[in-house]
């Protein structure tokens, strides 16, 4: 199995600020990456496929970016909804596996 | 536009069997798989395993093989979730995902299930 690790747990960040989120795989994943947006008591959205790729309805301040193992999303000019815990999620193989999220706080 | 609709939170008692329902509108059931994944009380998302709509055949992650039945009613375009003698650990909430190339590109709102004496 492909084991997703995201660095941080946590990140403390600010209104307006820029925010790095990173992930890494055990594997090559070829850029068959997705990142999801989670807010408490919502369902996951969609917000990034093939790594780079911005779903159709989210702002441009998200972004993503990587290659073989090492991956990352970016949010520039942070909002205050966008305070949520964030998820990569491999699908190069199966069982397709999440990283285990991480959760943006305001400081 | 889109959408899956799940049934409502579950109260089960161990041992029981709970049966989660996820209506697709909006597309052709058929052409996209469905997706299950549990997410545990303050916990991250893990990926249960997936359902063909067009073949109707299941592919379970390990650790949800033997218990765990997915299944479809593909003239009502729904997908079901059945989880048989449950158990403490299968507190949870329970989301179905359209696949779109094997990420997930639209989600259900969640079922919650609690099993508890």
């Known amino acids: 199995d492909i084991q997703m690790t995201q660095s941080s747990s946590y990140l403390s960040v600010s209104l307006g600020g820029r925010v790095t989120i990173t992930c890494k795989a055990s594997?090559?994943?070829?850029?068959?990456l997705a990142w999801y947006q989670q807010k408490p008591g919502n369902a996951p959205r969609l917000l990034i496929s093939?790594?780079?790729s911005l779903e159709t309805g989210v702002p441009s301040r998200f972004s993503g970016s990587g290659s073989g193992k090492d991956y990352t999303l970016s949010i520039t000019s942070l909002q205050t909804e966008d305070v949520a815990t964030y998820y990569c999620?491999?699908?190069?193989?199966?069982?397709?596996?999440f990283g285990a999220g991480t959760k943006l706080e305001l400081k | 536009q889109i959408q899956l609709v799940q049934s409502g939170p579950e109260l089960k008692k161990p041992g029981e069997t709970v049966k989660i329902s996820c209506k697709a509108s909006?597309?052709?059931?058929?052409?996209?798989?469905m997706n299950w994944v549990k997410q545990a009380p303050g916990k991250g998302l893990k990926w249960m395993g997936w359902?063909?709509?067009?073949?109707?055949?299941?592919t379970y992650a390990e650790e949800f093989k033997g218990r765990f039945a997915f299944s479809l009613e593909t003239s009502a375009s729904t997908a079901y979730l059945q989880i048989n003698n449950l158990k403490n650990e299968d507190t949870a909430t329970y989301f179905c995902?359209?696949?779109?190339?094997?990420?997930?590109?639209?989600w259900g709102q969640g079922t919650s299930v609690t099993v508890s004496s």
């Open positions: 999620q491999q699908y190069w193989s199966t069982p397709l596996t």
């Open positions: 909006g597309y052709t059931f058929t052409n996209y798989g």
């Open positions: 594997d090559h994943i070829n850029n068959w």
């Open positions: 995902a359209r696949t779109g190339d094997d990420y997930m590109d639209y």
């Open positions: 359902i063909n709509t067009n073949t109707g055949e299941p």
């Open positions: 093939g790594a780079t």
